[in-house]
């Protein structure tokens, strides 16, 4: 039967799908609408199916806080074109609002969730079906503030790299330079207590059979081993110990003094680390598209 045009382009505006599976998803059902997104967003699984095993390492990271509460998300597609689609956008921007006020404990949670009637794994489906390249919501984390805590987020401009934070204290304007500083130099650890034993012990080891304290007067001795141990702890990457970024006069730990505010914990996420990216060479690549 022919397609009704004005049914077509409804179907295209409200499916956002191409030309030719409107066309036939109206000729299956009838030129039925409802019918026809049924059958678009049946065919789109498949589709997102064939994409599931693919793998999606480009996107963005984004940090969002609202009143004392902090999230901080990584959402995935296969190329950093796609993670400036307007579709992709949008629906990072859904997620933001959504997750501040959800509740959840593990990223399995969170895909189980449903905004607009549908799971964020489905909306995740049908965006990779709309789009054509696989979308996946990689991990989610949250921080909520309780009395005599407040938390802040950065997220740098690329939307590659952000963070956030909780700390004791009230000044949260303070605190969103920790969480710049924190997502600019990256500390390898966030506060001594995450150093390995095994480490720490060597480097006491090293500070107490140093030459630089032959000979030394007890009080001088230790004012060297003080010195060494900050300069032995800011090379590993403690945060506490860092020149910080806003003023390298002084270390984070001062900034942190002089601002009221005790650190209680932050994550940082980058974009696309731990993922081992696939490799492909060109005609590897044809040849796998045209199994498809």
């Not at 938390?151 to 969480?179: D, P």
Request: proline share 2%.
């Amino acid at each position: 039967m022919a397609v009704d045009l004005n049914k077509l382009k409804e179907l295209r505006e409200r499916t956002n799908s191409g030309f030719l599976d409107c066309k036939n998803a109206l000729e299956e059902t009838n030129n039925d609408i409802e019918k026809a997104i049924k059958w678009l967003q049946e065919k789109g699984i498949v589709k997102a199916a064939k994409k599931s095993s693919r793998i999606a390492a480009e996107g963005i990271v984004r940090a969002y806080t609202e009143g004392q509460t902090a999230i901080l998300f990584e959402l995935n597609s296969e190329t950093d074109f796609v993670a400036k689609n307007e579709l992709f956008l949008n629906f990072a921007a859904k997620l933001e609002k959504f997750l501040i006020n959800a509740k959840f404990k593990t990223i399995d949670d969170v895909l189980k969730l449903k905004i607009d009637g549908l799971t964020i794994e489905d909306h995740c489906k049908d965006l990779t079906a709309k789009i054509g390249e696989k979308i996946s919501l990689r991990r989610v984390e949250k921080y909520t503030a309780k009395k005599q805590e407040v938390v802040s987020s950065y997220t740098h401009a690329n939307n590659r790299v952000a963070t956030i934070v909780l700390v004791e204290g009230n000044n949260a304007e303070q605190l969103r330079f920790l969480a710049m500083h924190i997502t600019a130099l990256n500390p390898t650890y966030m506060c001594v207590s995450e150093i390995p034993k095994e480490v720490v012990k060597q480097i006491e080891e090293k500070i107490s059979t140093s030459p630089k304290l032959a000979g030394k007067p007890e009080k001088i001795q230790e004012s060297i081993k003080a010195g060494m141990l900050k300069k032995e702890y800011n090379d590993l990457g403690v945060l506490e110990y860092q020149p910080y970024v806003v003023d390298d006069s002084l270390t984070v730990q001062k900034f942190l003094e002089q601002s009221n505010l005790k650190f209680q914990k932050a994550i940082r996420f980058e974009l696309g680390e731990g993922i081992e990216k696939k490799i492909v060479d060109f005609a590897a690549e044809v040849a796998e598209q045209m199994k498809q």
